[in-house]
């Protein structure tokens, strides 16, 4: 049988939860941030990168390693928020953001021109960041709900 002290505690085991997928939302919106600048900033600083000693951020490998963190933190922090809110526009969002960065990121070298890899990374990202923040609204308001209504704090 349940007892109160087992209630408590699985509340503070979802509070910490809610904590979790919020800090992850922090890491992919500056990981999703961090990709897109990148892209619309290098080709300005491109000149300075070997002078600067930052030549590998001009690679493909670069954007490969981004495109990996922008990925592991939305799948990290997007998937257990919707698993919580079940706001399905949320992970239709993330698809279609990840859908498009992998893409730049892995495939318009080998399909397409590479002129479509700045647009393309670009809209992917920004559509991942604002569902990042979504999902961080959306969380943050279960996490109000479920955890500041009760006396464990």
């Given at each position: 049988m349940a007892t109160v002290k087992d209630f408590t505690n699985s509340l503070i085991l979802?509070?910490?939860?809610?904590?979790?997928?919020l800090n992850l939302d922090?890491?992919?919106i500056v990981a999703s941030s961090l990709c897109l600048v990148h892209c619309l900033v290098l080709p300005f600083?491109?000149?300075f990168l070997p002078f600067l000693g930052l030549q590998f951020l001009a690679s493909n490998l670069a954007h490969?390693?981004?495109a990996f963190f922008v990925f592991l933190f939305a799948l990290t922090a997007i998937v257990p928020g919707y698993l919580q809110h079940?706001?399905?526009?949320i992970l239709y969002a993330m698809i279609f953001g990840l859908s498009l960065v992998l893409f730049a990121s892995f495939?318009?070298?080998n399909i397409m021109n590479d002129s479509y890899e700045?647009?393309?990374?670009?809209?992917?990202n920004l559509v991942l960041v604002a569902t990042h923040l979504k999902n961080r609204k959306l969380c943050a308001q279960l996490?109000?709900?479920?955890?500041?209504?009760?006396?464990?704090?």
């Open positions: 979802r509070c910490n939860e809610f904590k979790a997928i922090n890491f992919g600083v491109l000149l490969k390693y981004l079940k706001n399905q526009y495939a318009t070298n700045v647009p393309l990374i670009t809209i992917g996490h109000n709900l479920n955890c500041h209504n009760h006396d464990h704090y």
